[in-house]
């Protein structure tokens, strides 16, 4: 975990309460001004829900004791939230942006290692520290689910890991990146994301994809609207669960298919191949699971610390649309 990063005792953000929880996973086993602007609101699927598929997780990895937002460093408290992996482990931007930073500590006080900030509008950032290597330019515009960095030690460390932040209303306005994430949707080290409708994007389309498979032909446009939310509604109806639009992780598991390669012309493979696009695979949606793509499934396995083994399961699809 970081021995470092860190933000001033004073700063009254900083005495936001961390997460209660830290959990392991199991390896192997356009943000909008409403984003900016709702709170810290609860789950419950609504028009405006910050649970918009605006954002995703930056990295797979596990909470290490001692890593959350707030926990004492000297005279300091950690300013952001460590997710724990090997050095190489891939990291994403967890929403679209430009990236305002990228140097060692990305710029700002109390922080070491190699870093990239990134600017979502509305005076909202996130951080990332520690990296390995970067993926991303200085100034470039990234999307909600790209590449930028590899994770790594860097800096004043005990091991590899992401260190990562966000910050609201001005670039040091430190917030708990926990709760903040939870807010719209996203399990920060893992998990399955919350989508309400309403939302726009690319995990959108996924959706529509997988639930043309089931039967439901819906136009893969990226709106989850009145229409593709009464579809879902009828498939968890269908599925005995709480019949109120959330895509969610009662939801996906029931909606994602295993998938290998040979299987041809499915929208399945459609949203799998849409999903892989958004981590920055560059794949046609063609529907076909062929070697190209097999080959693009087992590096995105390699590169997030999951089972290599070219078969999209639970835990590729988890880590791809969360």
Known sequence: MCESCTAPVSDPRACEPSSPWSRRLLFGAGLGAAVALTGLGGTTAHAASAMNASWCNPALGYFPSGGHFGAP???STHAGQDVTNSTGTAVYAAAAGTVVGRSWGGGLTGRTGEAIVISH?????????????YRVALNARVSAGQRIADMGATG???GPHLHFETHTGRLGGITNPVPFMRSRGVDLGGGWPSVDPEARGVTVSVIQHLMTQRGTSLVTDGYYGPTSVNAVKAFQRSKGLVADGQV????????VY???????????VRGLQTAMNKRSAGLAVDGNFGPVMNTAVREFQR???LVVDGEAGPLTWRALVG
Request: no cysteine; glycine share 18%; charged share 15%.
């Open 73 to 75: 460093r000297g005279g």
């Open 258 to 268: 295993e998938l290998r390669q040979g299987v041809r012309d499915g929208s399945h």
């Open 303 to 305: 590169v997030n610390r």
């Open 156 to 158: 004043n460390v005990t």
């Open 121 to 133: 509008g509305n005076n909202v950032y996130t951080y990332y520290g520690h990296l390995s290597a």
């Open 248 to 255: 969610g992780p009662k939801t996906w598991p029931h909606l």
